[in-house]
């Protein structure tokens, strides 16, 4: 009971091979039989009945260097039976973790992880720091085995950027990292953890994203320095970040000294004509470029200059400003 056969090349089968004779029985139960591997006799499966034996991948951490503990996403973990004469593993971890005992020589212990930040897949600004939680029941976790990677850099207890809070049941990690590359970067993050009998936690990864690259603002009518332009012309420009996107309530624009966009609103009663638009390159998520349109209420004067500032963010708070 509570064992695995993976990995093994037998006569009829690739696990386990039993011919039965007279006068002798094989009774596997609670057990892992890999790709259902085993010959029984003939025509017999073991993986029947109320034997509560799996067919799977045991899913080990390191097989190849014969580490056979179990990744935390084992089938094997929580399928054994309590009905043997050990309470503790071969490491003397204390059976069972969970809500039963795990198939195997080996207890997984459960790690968890959580309140990561910045939240996975999300966009953020070049200067931004890590923060996560990771704890273990019941052992609790060695906060100086704690190994975070950031872009294969690796932060630890020793790091002058690590810092924590709490205790072996949950710690909150916090990591300052060097400057990541403003114009766009990609950052992947590992967590390995082990706790205070040394059992290793299945590593924990996730990504997101660095935009330090302000959003981008295209004249479109008038175009800068465009002379003779009717009394009555529009003022049209294109905004766009395809990266992180933009703050609609970020938008100021002022049209000689006047406001006449605050907030991401037109400005009453002089430039309350404002209105937003989806550009072609940009209709699946208008938040990341969007062609604004302002009618003045009353026509520019004749001969005049007309000067016009734009003032936007994305989502990081990255600005751009444009005359």
């Keep these: 009971m509570n064992n695995f056969y993976a990995g093994n090349t037998a006569t009829n089968a690739p696990q386990v091979f039993f011919e039965p004779s007279a006068g002798h029985t094989i009774d596997i139960k609670y057990s892992c039989i890999q790709s259902n591997g085993a010959y029984y006799g003939a025509g017999f499966s073991i993986i029947s009945g109320d034997s509560h034996n799996i067919s799977a991948d045991p899913k080990f951490i390191d097989p190849a260097n014969y580490d ?3 990744q935390a996403h084992s089938p094997c973990i929580d399928a054994g039976t309590s009905n043997v004469t050990y309470n503790f593993d071969y490491a003397a971890v204390h059976r069972p973790q969970h809500a039963a005992f795990d198939m195997g020589p080996y207890e997984s ?3 968890t992880t959580s309140l990561r930040q910045p939240v996975e897949n999300t966009y953020n600004g070049p200067e931004v720091q890590v923060t996560f939680s990771v704890g273990c029941t019941p052992n609790g976790v060695d906060i100086t085995k704690v190994k975070v990677y950031l872009k294969d850099v690796l932060y630890d207890s020793t790091s002058p950027s690590f ?4 205790g072996p049941a949950v710690y909150t990690v916090h990591i300052i ?5 403003p114009s766009g970067d990609v950052v992947a993050v590992t967590i390995d953890a082990k706790d205070l009998l040394n059992n290793p936690m299945t ?5 997101f994203y660095v935009d330090g690259t302000p959003p981008a603002v295209t004249p479109l009518i008038p175009t800068s320095g465009a002379t003779q332009v009717r009394l009555e012309t529009p003022l049209r420009f294109e905004l766009y970040d395809p990266e992180s996107g933009i703050v ?4 100021f624009v002022t049209i000689n000294n006047v406001m006449a966009v605050a907030g991401g609103v037109g400005v009453a009663p002089t430039f309350s004509n404002l209105s937003y638009s989806a550009t072609a390159s940009y209709l699946e998520d208008t938040s990341r470029g969007f062609v604004v349109t302002i009618t003045p209420n009353s026509v520019f004067p004749d001969s005049s200059t007309i000067d016009v500032q734009i003032k ?4 990081n708070a990255v600005v751009r400003q444009y005359a």
């Design 68 to 70: 056979v503990r179990l």
């Design 109 to 111: 212990v459960l790690f």
């Design 163 to 166: 810092s924590y809070t709490g």
């Design 177 to 181: 990292p060097s400057s990541f590359d």
């Design 203 to 207: 590593s924990a990864t996730y990504s």
């Design 248 to 251: 609609t309530s970020s938008l």
């Design 312 to 315: 936007a963010a994305n989502r």
